[in-house]
C-alpha cells in the first residue's frame, strides 16, 4: 500500500526531498522519505516559509508509527503510514503547519532490456514486495526478460522436447515460482521439474559413474591403510537428492581428486608446487653518466636477492664497487629530464657520493626505482611493511572464455602508462581482479589468475575473497606472507538492472584490513547507451548509498569515506559523445594517438568536471586507445555499428572500462602504470589494468612505558560550517576515528544566517579528543571523520576527514569539503592542535625516492666530506608522487581538502608542563622526521619532499656516534605570486613550508600581518633529533638578495563554495584572542 502512495518517495536523499518541496514553492507541500539514519524509520518533510522541516516517524516494539512532533502534544499510534498521513492533514497537530498538498513521487525511467546479452549465469531473485500488483509487474518483467534473450539463442543443437520445456518455464512456470517465492516458498517447484526433465538421462549416468571415483578418491587418502578396503552399500544410495546436488557432489569430487593427486605427485619428485620464494633475477640497466663534460656508458646490475647494487665499465667485465642496500640512501628523479637519476650512497669512509645517471627511457629508470624500493623492503628490519603494490585490473569479457595466456594483463603491457620490462617479474603484494559478462564459474575463473600469477611470479596466491552477482565478479588474491595481516574481510553486492531487482547489472565489492589500514574495492557494470549517461550517474549514487562494506560503527558515512584507500572500477559505460557521423573521423584520430580531443567528449570526464559523479575521485592520465569496441578476435578494427530490427545502433568508440580511486588526505598513493593491454581479444572490450603503491599503516604498540608516557590530545575548534540547506533545523558535529575509542560530539551550534540556500553554523566550543595511544609514529597516520548532523532527525548533511599530520608541528587551519552520498553539501573550516608523547618518527620505504628540481650548479658525482654535507632545500607539497600534482600543467586537483599552518606563535607545552620557546608555524628549518637526509650535495638545490612530513632546511650532518640537533627559526613565510610581467600565466610554487592544499587556485588579498625579517628573529631553543645539526654548525639564515625569486599573493584556498563563511581573521590577531587556543603543541624528539 505505501509503496504506491504518491507522497511516498521511497530512499530518495534528503537534498533531493529538500528540492522537491523547494521547486513546488506552496507553505503545506509535504512527503515522506525513508529515514538516513534508523532502518525501518521514515522521515516526514513539510515546506513552511520557504523551510523545510524534516520529522521522524518511529516504529515502536508493536510496529505502531508515531511522528516526533513538538513538546507538549500528546503522541498518536498508527499502524500504517495512510492513516498517519490522514490525521495529520488536521491542524494543531504539533507539526509547524498541517500537512496540505503532497509532492508527487517521481516516476523513474526503467532500463531497456538488452537484447545482445546472452543469458545471465544466476536466475534473477524476485522482488521482497508481496503487493500483488508490483508482483505481477515483475513477474512479467521476468518472463519478458528472459523470452526475449531466449529468441536470440542458437537452439539448434538442442533436442524438440527440451526447447518445449524451456520455452514453457519462461512463459508460465517462471512466473509461479516467483508468486512462491514471494509468499515465502522457495522450494521452485517449476524450477526442479524442468531440470529433472533435462536431466533424466543424467541422473542415471550420474548414478553409475559417481562409485568409480569415490573409490579412486578414497585411494589419494592418506589415513587409508594399505589393505583392500570394502565401502557399504548405503554409501552409493542417492536416491532423493537433487539433481543439482549429485552434480555439486561430482564436481567438488573431481576438484578433489586433482588437487590430491597434484599434491601426491609434486611431493612424490620432491617439488612444492609452486610455493617457492619469488626470485627476482638480476638486471642489468646500461645508462650514461657525465664526469668534466665527458659522457660515458656504464653498467649498473641490480641483485635484489643478494641486496646489492653493482657499477661495471663494461659488460664482460669484472664489477669495479658495489653498494650493500643499506648504504644506498636516496634516490633522487629529475623533474626537467624524466631520465635522469641521482642515487645518492655512502661509502665506507663516511662520505656521501652523489652520482648522476641518464637512462634510455623514462620506462627504465622507474624499473630502476621500482627495483631498488624492492631491494630495500626484501632486506628490511622492519617488522611491518610501511609501503605495498596493489594491481587492479577490470575486463568485460563479453560471455566468451578468456585465452590460455593472460600473462600481459598482469604485467602491466600493452598501451598507455605501462612497465618496463624488467620490472615485469616484480609481484605485487594485492591482486584485485573485477570481471564483467563473465560466463565461469568462481573456481574455474580463480584457478586461471591463480595459474597467470604463479608463471609470472612462482607464487601461490591466496584467497582473500570472491564474490560474484549474476556475471559480475570480484576477486582478491595477497602473497602468502600477507594472509595473517589481512583482516576483517566483508563483501557484499547491489543491483542496478531493470528496476533495480535484476543482477545483469550492478557492484560488487569487497573490503577488508591491512594491518591498520582500510582498504575498498568495488567491481562495477553500469547502464549500457551512449544516451543513457545519467542514468549511469544514478547508478553510481545507488552504489555508494546501498553497498554495505567496512566498519558499522561508521553508519553516518558513505563507502567514500570509510576507508583509508577507495578503488572503483570496471566497465562503467561512459561514452565519447560525438555524432554518430563523426565514427570514421574517431577512428582516424585513435590511429594517430590524438586522444585529448576525444577524451575532452569523454562523459566520464564531462561529468566529473561537473562534479555531478566520483566526486573527489582522482585517475591517472589515459594514454591508451578507447578499450571499447573492437571486433573479436582483433584489436585493429573498431566494431562501431550493429545491425538491429529497429536499425543500425552505433557504439562509437570509447573509454568504458576504467579505474578511479580515492584516498584519505595525505596519505601515499602513486600510480605507477594505467593502460589496456593489445593482445587479449576475445571479447570487444580489451583488459584494463592499473599499478599502484600504496602506504600502509602497522597495527601499533607502542614501545613507550605507559606510566611514563605523556598524554596525547587532539583539539579541535572555531568550527564554521556553510551548509547547502533549505532545513529548518540545528545542527552537531560528530567526530568518529579508530585512534578514539568512543565517538565524541560538538554541542548544537549556532546558526547565524540563512540565505542563498546556505546555513552558516558557528560552533563555539572546541573539542578536546583523546587518542587510545599518543606516539606520533602511531598518531600521525591517522585520520578524523566528521560528520555534521541535524538534532532534528540525526541525519547527517555532510561528512569530511581531517588529516593528524597536517597539525604535526603547530595549529593548523583546515578547510574541507562536506559531502553526503556523493554530493557536495557544503564546507567546514576550523583549527586543529595536536599534542604527541616523545617519539622518533622512523623513515618510511616512500621517502625512499624523491623528486629534485634541477639546479644549473648541480654538483657532479664525487665524494663529499660527511662533515660538510648539507641537506637538499626542499619544498612540502609539490612531490608528485604523493599529492598526484601535475607536472606538466602545474594543475593542483580539488580533492576537498587543505591545510594552512598559522602564523601565529603558539607556545608549546613541554612534558613537565612548562612553557617552552614559541615556534612558528612557518618552520623552515625544520629537519625530516625520519632523522635521514633526503639527499646530499655541496650547492644546495630545490628538491620536492615527502608533503606528508615536515620541510627541511638547510643542515650540517656529523660524524656517525655524535648527537644531532636542530633549531626552529622564526622566518617570513614565502607564498605564491605570479609573475608580475605575465598576469595569465598560473602561479609558481615556491618555498611554502607545511602547508597542504588540494583545491582549486585562486587568488586572495594579502593580509595586514607585519612579520619581522628573520634576521632580527631570535632562534628558539633547540630540541634534539638524531640526524640534525647542532647549534654551533647551523649557519645564519640569508638575508633576501635582489636575485631571489619574486615574493607573491597566496593562491591556495581555492575549493570553497559559493558563499563560503570567513573565519575570524586569526592571522593578524593575538593568540590570546583564538577562543579556546590552548597550548598544546609538544615537539617531536
Known amino acids: 500500500m505505501t509503496n504506491h502512495q504518491p507522497w511516498y518517495h521511497g530512499n530518495i536523499t534528503r537534498s533531493r526531498a529538500e528540492d522537491l518541496l523547494s521547486n513546488t514553492a506552496r507553505d503545506g507541500n509535504f512527503l515522506i522519505r525513508d529515514s538516513e539514519s534508523i532502518q525501518g524509520a521514515y522521515a516526514l518533510c513539510v515546506l513552511h516559509q520557504n523551510c523545510v522541516h524534516t520529522y521522524r516517524i518511529l516504529p515502536n516494539e508493536d510496529k505502531k508509527l508515531s511522528v516526533q512532533a513538538s513538546e507538549g502534544v500528546p503522541i498518536r499510534f498508527f499502524s500504517l503510514l495512510p492513516e498517519l498521513v490522514e490525521a495529520y492533514h488536521s491542524p494543531n497537530m504539533g507539526l509547524v503547519t498541517h500537512l496540505q498538498y503532497a509532492v508527487q513521487r517521481e516516476e523513474e525511467v526503467e532500463e531497456e532490456q538488452e537484447h545482445n546479452d546472452l543469458p545471465p549465469q544466476l536466475p534473477p531473485r524476485s522482488s521482497k514486495d508481496c503487493d500483488s500488483k508490483n508482483s505481477e509487474h515483475n513477474c512479467k518483467s521476468l518472463s519478458d526478460f528472459y523470452q526475449s534473450r531466449l529468441q536470440h539463442m542458437d537452439l539448434s543443437t538442442i533436442a524438440e522436447e527440451h526447447q518445449m520445456a524451456i520455452q514453457e518455464y519462461f512463459r508460465t512456470s517462471i512466473c509461479l515460482d516467483a508468486e512462491q517465492v514471494q509468499c515465502g516458498n522457495s522450494n521452485l517447484?517449476?524450477?526442479?521439474?524442468?531440470?529433472?526433465?533435462?536431466?533424466?538421462?543424467?541422473?542415471?549416468?550420474?548414478?553409475?559413474?559417481?562409485?568409480?571415483?569415490?573409490?579412486?578418491?578414497?585411494?589419494?587418502?592418506?589415513?587409508?591403510?594399505?589393505?583392500?578396503?570394502?565401502?557399504?552399500?548405503?554409501?552409493?544410495?542417492?536416491?532423493?537428492?537433487?539433481?543439482?546436488?549429485?552434480?555439486?557432489?561430482?564436481?567438488?569430487?573431481?576438484?578433489?581428486?586433482?588437487?590430491?593427486?597434484?599434491?601426491?605427485?609434486?611431493?612424490?619428485?620432491?617439488?612444492?608446487?609452486?610455493?617457492?620464494?619469488?626470485?627476482?633475477?638480476?638486471?642489468?640497466?646500461?645508462?650514461?653518466?657525465?664526469?668534466?663534460?665527458?659522457?660515458?656508458?656504464?653498467?649498473?646490475?641490480?641483485?635484489?636477492?643478494?641486496?646489492?647494487?653493482?657499477?661495471?665499465?663494461?659488460?664482460?667485465?669484472?664489477?669495479?664497487?658495489?653498494?650493500?642496500?643499506?648504504?644506498?640512501?636516496?634516490?633522487v628523479?629529475?623533474?626537467?629530464?624524466?631520465?635522469?637519476?641521482?642515487?645518492v650512497v655512502e661509502t665506507e669512509k663516511e662520505k656521501v657520493l652523489r652520482k648522476e645517471f641518464v637512462f634510455d627511457d623514462t620506462k627504465k629508470r622507474e624499473g630502476f626505482c621500482q627495483l631498488l624500493q624492492l631491494m630495500k623492503n626484501k632486506h628490511s628490519v622492519k617488522p611491518e611493511p610501511d609501503m605495498i603494490t596493489v594491481f587492479v585490473g577490470t575486463w568485460n569479457m563479453g560471455n566468451a572464455g578468456p585465452p590460455h595466456n593472460i600473462k600481459s594483463w598482469f604485467q602491466c603491457k600493452g598501451q598507455g602508462k605501462t612497465q618496463d620490462d624488467t620490472a615485469a617479474h616484480i609481484p605485487h603484494d594485492l591482486y584485485v581482479i573485477g570481471t564483467q559478462e563473465d560466463p565461469l564459474g568462481d573456481r574455474e575463473w580463480t584457478d586461471h589468475v591463480k595459474g597467470a600469477l604463479r608463471s609470472i611470479t612462482n607464487i601461490s596466491f591466496k584467497q582473500v575473497a570472491i564474490h560474484t552477482l549474476w556475471n559480475i565478479r570480484i576477486v582478491v588474491l595477497a602473497k602468502p606472507e600477507h594472509e595473517n595481516r589481512i583482516s576483517h574481510v566483508f563483501s557484499d553486492s547491489v543491483k542496478t538492472g531493470i528496476a533495480n531487482t535484476l543482477g545483469n547489472k550492478g557492484a560488487v565489492g569487497v573490503s577488508f584490513m591491512f594491518n591498520g589500514t582500510s582498504f575498498c574495492f568495488v567491481n562495477c557494470h553500469l547502464t549500457s547507451g551512449s544516451e543513457k549517461k545519467l542514468r549511469r550517474n544514478q547508478n553510481f549514487i545507488n552504489i555508494l548509498r546501498i553497498l554495505n562494506l567496512g566498519d558499522k560503527k561508521l553508519n553516518p558515512f558513505d563507502i567514500t569515506h570509510r576507508f583509508t584507500h577507495l578503488f572503483w572500477f570496471g566497465d562503467l559505460n561512459y561514452r565519447v559523445e560525438l555524432p554518430f557521423t563523426e565514427a570514421e573521423n574517431i577512428v582516424t584520430k585513435i590511429k594517430q594517438q590524438q586522444y585529448q580531443e576525444l577524451l575532452s567528449k569523454d562523459q566520464l570526464t564531462v561529468e566529473r568536471n561537473d562534479e555531478k559523479v566520483f566526486l573527489h575521485f582522482d585517475e591517472e592520465e589515459i594514454t591508451f586507445a578507447p578499450t571499447y569496441r573492437f571486433e573479436r578476435d582483433s584489436r585493429e578494427k573498431y566494431a562501431y555499428t550493429k545491425a538491429k530490427t529497429t536499425g543500425t545502433k552505433y557504439n562509437l568508440p570509447s573509454w568504458c572500462?576504467?579505474?578511479?580511486?580515492?584516498?584519505?588526505?595525505?596519505?601515499?598513493?602513486?600510480?605507477?602504470?594505467?593502460?589496456?593491454?593489445?593482445?587479449?581479444?576475445?571479447?570487444?572490450?580489451?583488459?584494463?589494468?592499473?599499478s599502484f603503491e600504496v602506504g600502509v599503516a602497522s597495527q601499533f604498540v607502542s614501545k613507550q612505558d605507559p606510566d611514563s608516557e605523556t598524554q596525547g590530545a587532539i583539539q579541535i575548534m572555531n568550527c564554521v560550517a556553510m551548509l547547502l540547506t533549505k532545513s529548518k533545523t540545528k545542527f552537531f558535529i560528530e567526530f568518529h576515528s579508530s585512534c578514539l575509542e568512543q565517538r565524541k560530539t560538538i554541542s548544537e551550534g549556532e546558526n547565524t544566517d540563512h540565505s542563498n540556500g546556505f546555513v552558516r553554523v558557528w560552533f563555539g566550543n572546541q573539542v578536546e579528543l583523546t587518542p587510545i595511544i599518543s606516539d606520533p609514529e602511531y598518531l600521525l597516520d591517522q585520520h578524523i571523520l566528521i560528520c555534521v548532523k541535524s538534532t532534528d532527525c540525526d541525519e547527517s548533511y555532510g561528512e569530511g576527514c581531517i588529516a593528524l599530520r597536517a597539525a604535526q608541528s603547530c595549529y593548523t587551519e583546515f578547510h574541507i569539503t562536506l559531502t553526503h552520498h556523493g554530493e557536495k553539501t557544503g564546507t567546514l573550516t576550523g583549527g586543529i592542535q595536536l599534542r604527541t608523547s616523545e617519539g622518533k618518527l622512523t623513515e618510511k620505504l616512500y621517502d625512499f625516492v624523491k623528486v629534485e628540481r634541477d639546479d644549473p650548479a648541480t654538483s657532479k658525482s664525487k665524494g663529499v666530506d660527511h662533515s660538510k654535507f648539507s641537506v637538499i632545500q626542499t619544498h612540502d607539497v609539490s612531490n608528485p608522487s604523493y599529492m598526484e600534482l601535475s607536472l606538466k600543467h602545474g594543475k593542483v586537483t580539488d580533492r576537498g581538502w587543505s591545510y594552512r599552518k598559522s602564523q601565529?606563535?603558539?607556545?608549546?607545552?613541554?612534558?613537565?608542563?612548562?612553557?617552552?620557546?614559541?615556534?612558528?608555524?612557518?618552520?623552515?628549518?625544520?629537519?625530516?622526521?625520519?632523522?635521514k637526509a633526503a639527499a646530499m650535495s655541496e650547492n644546495s638545490s630545490e628538491m620536492f619532499d615527502n608533503p606528508l612530513y615536515g620541510s627541511m632546511g638547510k643542515s650540517h650532518g656529523l660524524a656517525k656516534g655524535q648527537d644531532l640537533q636542530h633549531k626552529d627559526h622564526l622566518t617570513v613565510p614565502v607564498s605564491f605570486k605570479a609573475s608580475e610581467g605575465d598576469v595569465d600565466r598560473p602561479p609558481v610554487p615556491t618555498p611554502r613550508n607545511r602547508s597542504f592544499t588540494s583545491s582549486e587556485n585562486k587568488h586572495q588579498p594579502p593580509t595586514n600581518v607585519k612579520l619581522q625579517t628573520s634576521t632580527h628573529k631570535k632562534p628558539v631553543t633547540a630540541s634534539c633529533h638524531d640526524g640534525g645539526p647542532s647549534a654551533q654548525s647551523r649557519p645564519p639564515i640569508p638575508a633576501k638578495s635582489e636575485t631571489m625569486a619574486p615574493k607573491a599573493r597566496d593562491h591556495r584556498d581555492g575549493s570553497e563554495l559559493q558563499g563560503k563563511p570567513r573565519l575570524p581573521a586569526r592571522l593578524d590577531q593575538h593568540k590570546d584572542d583564538i577562543p579556546g587556543a590552548t597550548n598544546m603543541n609538544h615537539p617531536v624528539k
Open 904 to 931: 601565529l606563535n603558539l607556545p608549546l607545552i613541554g612534558p613537565g608542563g612548562k612553557k617552552e620557546a614559541k615556534r612558528s608555524g612557518y618552520d623552515t628549518g625544520g629537519h625530516s622526521p625520519t632523522g
Open 333 to 343: 628523479k629529475s623533474q626537467k629530464m624524466h631520465t635522469k637519476l641521482t642515487v
Open 657 to 690: 572500462d576504467r579505474v578511479l580511486r580515492k584516498s584519505h588526505p595525505l596519505v601515499h598513493v602513486f600510480c605507477r602504470a594505467y593502460g589496456c593491454t593489445n593482445d587479449i581479444a576475445t571479447s570487444d572490450h580489451s583488459p584494463v589494468f592499473a
Open 189 to 331: 517447484s517449476g524450477l526442479k521439474k524442468l531440470t529433472m526433465e533435462i536431466c533424466k538421462n543424467l541422473n542415471s549416468e550420474i548414478s553409475r559413474v559417481l562409485p568409480a571415483l569415490e573409490v579412486f578418491h578414497r585411494t589419494f587418502d592418506h589415513q587409508l591403510s594399505p589393505e583392500i578396503k570394502h565401502f557399504p552399500k548405503h554409501m552409493f544410495d542417492y536416491s532423493g537428492q537433487s539433481i543439482s546436488y549429485r552434480l555439486e557432489q561430482l564436481t567438488k569430487l573431481l576438484y578433489s581428486i586433482e588437487d590430491k593427486a597434484k599434491s601426491s605427485v609434486c611431493e612424490s619428485v620432491g617439488y612444492d608446487g609452486g610455493q617457492r620464494k619469488s626470485v627476482i633475477p638480476l638486471v642489468t640497466y646500461e645508462v650514461k653518466q657525465e664526469s668534466l663534460g665527458i659522457s660515458t656508458k656504464i653498467l649498473l646490475k641490480v641483485d635484489v636477492e643478494s641486496g646489492k647494487l653493482y657499477f661495471k665499465k663494461s659488460k664482460d667485465g669484472p664489477e669495479d664497487k658495489y653498494f650493500v642496500q643499506n648504504k644506498i640512501l636516496q634516490l
